[in-house]
């Protein structure tokens, strides 16, 4: 009978792209195991282009702590034998009480289990006195994989490279993206603006300068539907520029991102998904502790401050004269300077 694993992780963006390094190392270990996974409902078209993972189970929020029991419990007639989780929060603390309970880990029954710790403690030290603790640059990447030793999971070296996605969106993509776009395919540059909190996005007047700085280049901007500020670098080169903030969902954006030559993006998920799709990029890494990617293939542009990394996600406050000055020192030029060099 093949093993069968639960992993566990709701959300978000980035970090569920980066936990499914796990799913490499199971199936290294384990080729016929059956992977399920439990995320929040949006979040499952994502995971659905690991077709390797058997079955996503969607989290409706909407049902609250009740609907979160009754998933529960359908969850434990699957009997897994392994059960990760990736998340650490009351939700899945909820759903370890129910599939693991405490009793059956004392005897050593029951399925396996494992935990991301959050360290809260190693957080509370970096952020609120500057002393750290965690190795940095933190990989996120690389701390999904680590509670897999307790189990023996250590063996990466084959991943997935086979991407699924389905044959209508990559329609829709070349009738109503590529066929818009001006200039040679190869002078393309993918721009991710935006993110969840605005202390870690580059400056908008940055982004500007930047297409000016690149005469010879094209660019196109992935962003939702609140992010207007996206219409200011659009025209600073309209004939140059696709704007498609609020135009591309989130599986659209991935198939985007895994067609580009580069992507330049600061701590968001699109930048985690180039590197797991293996795509070049320049990572714009500002006041976050968390966001630093692992492939090669990927250059991180920072500058050296004392007050860096001040924040986990990008909330909070910035301690210096000049507003986002980890950012602000990032200049157009040296990125354009990166640019040129990488696409060449």
């Known amino acids: 009978m093949p ?3 639960l992993i566990i992780r709701f959300s978000s963006i980035g970090d569920i792209i ?31 282009m690991d077709q390797r993972i058997y079955k996503v189970w969607g989290f409706d929020r909407g049902q609250g702590f ?30 370890k009480t129910v599939l693991v309970p405490r009793w059956k880990r004392w005897f050593g029954m029951g399925a396996k289990y ?11 030290l970096l952020f609120k006195f500057g002393i750290d603790r965690f190795p940095m640059p933190f990989k996120g990447m690389l701390s999904y994989r680590k509670p897999l030793e307790k189990w023996g999971l250590t063996d990466y070296s084959k991943v997935n490279a086979n991407w699924y996605f389905p044959e209508e969106l990559k329609q829709k993509m070349e009738a109503n993206v590529f066929s818009n776009l001006k200039g040679e395919p190869s002078k393309l540059v993918t721009l ?15 982004w500007q300068k930047l297409v000016q700085q690149l ?11 609140d992010d207007v500020f996206c219409n200011e670098i659009e025209a600073v080169a309209t004939g140059r520029v ?48 968390f966001g630093f990617t692992t492939g090669e293939h990927i250059k991180t542009l920072e500058v050296d401050m004392k007050c860096r990394p001040c924040t986990k996600d990008g909330s909070g406050r910035c301690s210096q004269r000049v ?11 040296w990125v354009a300077q990166e640019v040129i060099q990488r696409m060449s």
């Open 18 to 48: 980066q936990c499914m390094t796990a799913v490499d190392g199971i199936l290294n270990h384990y080729p016929d195991a059956e992977i399920h996974w439990i995320a929040r409902k949006d979040m499952s078209s994502f995971l659905a």
């Open 66 to 95: 009740k609907g979160l029991l009754r998933q529960a419990r359908e969850l434990k007639k699957e009997k897994f034998d392994f059960v990760y989780d990736a998340h650490s929060n009351i939700r899945s603390i909820v759903l």
């Open 242 to 289: 696709l704007n498609l903030s609020g135009k591309t969902n989130l599986l659209e954006s991935c198939y985007l991102v895994q067609k580009s030559n580069l992507v330049i993006s600061g701590d968001t998920g699109f930048l985690h998904a180039a590197d797991k799709f293996s795509i070049p990029a320049l990572s714009l890494m500002g006041p976050t502790a």
């Open 114 to 124: 494992t935990m991301r710790s959050k360290e809260r403690i190693k957080r509370i």
């Open 323 to 333: 507003y986002q000055q980890c950012m602000v020192d990032i200049t157009p030029e």
């Open 192 to 206: 991710v603006p935006s993110a969840a909190w605005i202390m870690k996005r580059w400056p908008v007047s940055h």
């Open 215 to 225: 005469p010879d280049y094209h660019f196109m901007i992935l962003a939702g539907p």
């Open 3 to 5: 093993k069968k694993f």
